[in-house]
């Protein structure tokens, strides 16, 4: 097993390349000092550790990768019934404050993505304390997450009675749809020993510990994400739950304009507005790639002949959408083509059936006329490979 974390052994220099920065935040910290920030050659003018999370500011994550996970996680939604929103950042997020690291505030990084995400769980809590705050009756909470109260002693007996179930809801981890930017905020608590000894030892009796304003603010810098736009998604459970997934991000919407989502919402971190033409643009995307996929699964399932006259009628097609007519253009070059194709390796019966048809349509469309002059000969050459075909 590696002993963790892997700096207490090792120096590790900051990669010169791309990099999972969430692997190096957590794994690689490497002042010389382990686990410590080395404050005796700390600059009074310059933090080390607003220098370290520096190291990790700006655009993070792969965007190939982040758009082909978000794929992914829109066909399971489709597949689930359920549905998905663009939102982007009014200010700064964070999560993932708790987690532990030298420089005291940790970071929520995607494992694989390597960029700020929000676990599916956080998206439940909120949404539920939302719909408590609202007033919202019991008997919905039940339904959409499984339980009336989030406090075993303040459920009612009826509650009990119908125990605690899997909500109607599926909450899916909150993942970015393109590259975040991440950066470096600050805060300045004066109360820290308030903070560390309130409650004990009658600290309001002592001048230092005592909350007043006559403390000097200690600066604590820590990673926040500036720039980014996340893909929210919710899918249910039942049938019925999918006729009222309209009202459900509805909710989750007025939710994140008005409490916000992660850490520090109280001084407005997290909140979030829904970008409806990113989401448009998101769609779009994800709808021409899913229907080249479809066509070039439909061409993988084609026999040679088969392929030749899918990619002739789709240049026909072409020609007629664009209104273009041309006796000797692309497309009556390559019927020329695939009538050689035909006469050197014999097709099936119904191939050159389909062959004739789209012939007719073709000289039809582009001339000359099926029943005039080269026209009329290469419908001639083409009944004749049927006929023998027979």
Not at 28 to 42: H, L, M
Not at 243 to 263: F, H, I, K, R, Y
Request: overall charge negative; proline content about 5%.
């Amino acid at each position: 097993m590696f002993a963790l974390p892997l700096y207490q052994d090792d120096h590790c220099d900051k990669p010169d390349s791309a990099f999972h920065k969430g692997l190096w935040f957590e794994r690689f910290f490497s002042y010389p000092e382990k686990w410590t920030v080395d404050y005796a050659e700390k600059n009074s003018n310059k933090s080390r550790k607003a220098e370290w999370i520096n190291s990790v500011s700006g655009l993070c994550g792969d965007s190939t990768a982040i758009e082909r996970f978000a794929e992914r996680q829109v066909r399971l939604i489709d597949h689930l019934q359920g549905q998905y929103h663009v939102y982007e950042l009014d200010w700064h997020f964070v999560t993932g404050m708790g987690n532990p690291h030298p420089v005291e505030n940790g970071f929520l990084w995607h494992p694989t993505l390597g960029t700020p995400y929000l676990q599916g769980a956080s998206v439940k809590g909120l949404l539920r304390s939302w719909m408590e705050q609202q007033g919202t009756d019991p008997e919905t909470l039940h339904l959409w997450f499984g339980s009336e109260s989030k406090e075993p002693a303040h459920q009612n007996e009826d509650d009990l009675i119908k125990k605690n179930q899997a909500g109607a809801l599926i909450f899916h981890d909150v993942i970015p749809v393109d590259r975040p930017k991440l950066g470096a905020d600050i805060m300045t608590p004066h109360m820290g020993k308030w903070y560390e000894k309130g409650g004990s030892d009658h600290p309001a009796d002592n001048p230092e510990t005592i909350p007043a304003d006559w403390h000097s603010p200690v600066p604590v810098s820590f990673l926040v994400t500036r720039e980014a736009r996340f893909l929210f998604a919710i899918s249910s459970r039942t049938a019925a739950m999918a006729e009222v997934m309209d009202t459900v991000m509805a909710e989750l919407e007025t939710a994140l304009e008005w409490l916000g989502a992660g850490s520090k919402t109280s001084v407005g971190y997290g909140a979030m507005q829904r970008k409806e033409t990113a989401e448009k643009d998101f769609a779009e995307t994800l709808t021409e790639q899913q229907k080249q996929e479809e066509e070039s699964r439909k061409k993988s399932s084609l026999s040679e002949a088969g392929l030749a006259l899918y990619e002739l009628e789709k240049q026909l097609q072409k020609d007629i959408e664009r209104n273009h007519k041309e006796a000797g253009g692309d497309c009556k070059k390559q019927l020329n083509s695939i009538v050689k194709q035909a006469e050197g390796n014999p097709w099936a019966k119904d191939e050159l059936e389909s062959l004739v048809e789209l012939a007719k349509k073709i000289l039809s469309h582009h001339g000359p006329g099926p029943k005039k002059g080269k026209g009329k000969e290469l419908m001639v050459k083409i009944r004749t490979l049927l006929e023998k075909a027979n």
